[in-house]
């Protein structure tokens, strides 16, 4: 699951968030690394999603 929407990351605790974003980060490497073979990921809207739920937490810790 990439998208992670402003009304579960602000219920979120921070342990929870630091999970969160480790997990995103990590759906994140795979996609590049299914794409750098030379496969098509099978969900086109996966980057986007991922990176800007990844966006949303870091702007969430900041906070």
């Known amino acids: 699951m990439t ?3 402003n ?3 602000a219920s979120m605790s ?4 630091k ?5 995103l980060q ?3 490497l795979q996609l590049r690394a299914e794409q ?3 496969g098509t990921p ?3 809207g996966a980057f986007k999603a991922c990176r800007r739920s990844i966006a949303r937490i870091k702007t969430k810790m900041a906070e």
């Not at 921070?14 to 968030?17: F, H, P, R, T, Y």
């Not at 999970?19 to 997990?23: A, F, I, M, Q, V």
């Open 3 to 5: 998208h992670v929407s």
């Open 7 to 9: 009304r579960e990351i």
């Open 14 to 17: 921070a342990d929870a968030l």
């Open 36 to 38: 750098s073979l030379g």
């Open 42 to 44: 099978s969900n086109m």
């Open 26 to 28: 990590e759906e994140l």
């Open 19 to 23: 999970d969160r974003l480790t997990e």
